[in-house]
């Protein structure tokens, strides 16, 4: 008889990895997990042309708080996601967000610092005069503030935090299995096993999708609409002439942004939403830095008016289209079915609290830690979005 295994999860990214490894550390019962990954290079993953960024300046209680998680669980990664007692290097670089605002921001800029600081984010407020102090290289002339992350943000090596939970996973048991999903076997009531490119089946008792942009997809097969889609991002990677120090990674109010990355930047800005179509290729439109980007960035930062373009690719958001946050938990009719999608572009960051959150709804069926009750499924029938202003 074909064994059945406790849990299938399909799509072994960050955020699967990350349930799998949780669902195995769960102190309850021993759980068989296997992860299905078409990848095994994980070159076209979106986990790994991630700009790897970890904020806590959100306006959303629940985005907050699991960023919160991934800065706590960073401060322990070597102990949890070791093996055989070797460090764990992620490439973390802990330096603050700095979210720039015009007049029109402002009020907006400080209802989200009391929701910020009511949960104990470590966030300042800087008027026009204290970011022409701390910025000098920065033109502020069309600036009324800021707001800048003090401790807890930064960014890492996105790969590397993939691979760590990956390989820790499978020293704890998990198997990975190099195939490609092609269908679930399921009814109205339960999803009873995945349906592989090679004429297998993968039969689980819970079924797991963490398929990021293929997402939708993988919902369809079980006559599902989720309003997950792929969307293309561009990252551009230059150089300047001129040192610039002390560099946070800077949100302009046009919605470019930039980050210093070793010796040199990296830049991008999310298109208009009426530019912005579905999109599963990894062209490079370079055009869209030198007409869109680079003026941003020069009229932004001086310094930045003579600057050579070293390297570029384009990797994919999982957009989910009613509110661009994440999607978690099981579905309404379907409830061995659970869904780990839809994070817009911070899924890395809330990777280490959507596994825990995961593996406690399969394990004790409810949150025992976070309450993420308002980012379910549910909320896609009720069409009930949930606003989060501070999208990047």
């Known amino acids: ?36 990954e078409k990848d095994p290079s994980y070159e076209f993953g979106s986990t790994a042309r991630s700009w790897g960024g970890v904020r806590q300046q959100f306006s959303t209680p629940e985005n907050i708080q699991m960023s919160q998680y991934a800065q706590e669980f960073l401060g322990q990664i070597s102990r949890l996601l070791g093996i055989d007692d070797t460090p764990v290097d992620v490439s973390y670089h802990e330096q603050g967000y700095l979210f720039l605002a015009e007049d029109r921001h402002i009020p907006r800029l400080y209802s989200n610092n009391a929701i910020q600081k009511g949960l104990g984010v470590n966030v300042g407020l800087l008027d026009a005069d204290d970011l022409a102090r701390g910025v000098p290289w920065m033109n502020v002339s069309d600036l009324a503030g800021g707001s800048l992350g003090l401790s807890g943000e930064g960014w890492l090596d996105a790969y590397s935090l993939n691979q760590a939970f990956r390989k820790k996973a499978i020293s704890l048991g998990v198997a990975y299995s190099a195939k490609e999903a092609v269908g679930l076997e399921c009814d109205a009531k339960r999803v009873s096993a995945v349906l592989l490119a090679d004429g297998t089946r993968l039969a689980g008792s819970h079924i797991v999708n963490a398929a990021g942009p293929a997402a939708s997809g993988v919902a369809k097969w079980a006559g599902i609409d989720l309003p997950v889609r792929s969307r293309k991002r561009y990252a551009y990677s230059f150089s300047c002439r001129t ?150």
């Open 243 to 392: 040192e610039i120090t002390g560099c946070p990674l800077v949100i302009d109010p046009s919605g470019g942004h930039f980050r210093p990355e070793g010796r040199q930047f990296l830049s991008g800005c999310s298109p208009e939403p009426e530019n912005d179509p579905d999109c599963t290729d990894f062209d490079v439109d370079y055009g869209w830095f030198e007409e869109h980007i680079w003026p941003i960035l020069a009229h932004r930062v001086p310094a930045f008016e003579a600057i050579k373009l070293e390297n570029a690719w384009a990797g994919h958001y999982a957009y989910n289209l009613l509110d661009q946050n994440a999607i978690l938990g099981s579905h309404p009719d379907i409830a061995n079915f659970y869904f780990a999608n839809g994070f817009s572009g911070h899924g890395l960051q809330q990777s280490p609290a959507d596994g825990r959150a995961i593996a406690e709804l399969i394990t004790y069926g409810e949150y025992s830690s976070l309450t993420l009750n308002r980012i379910s499924f549910e909320r896609l029938v009720t069409g009930e979005a949930i606003s989060e202003h501070n999208i990047v």
């Open 1 to 36: 008889m074909e064994a059945t295994r406790d849990v299938v999860i399909v799509g072994g990214g960050v955020i699967g990895s990350a349930i799998a490894y949780f669902l195995k550390v769960t102190p309850v019962f021993s759980v068989t997990v296997t992860v299905i």
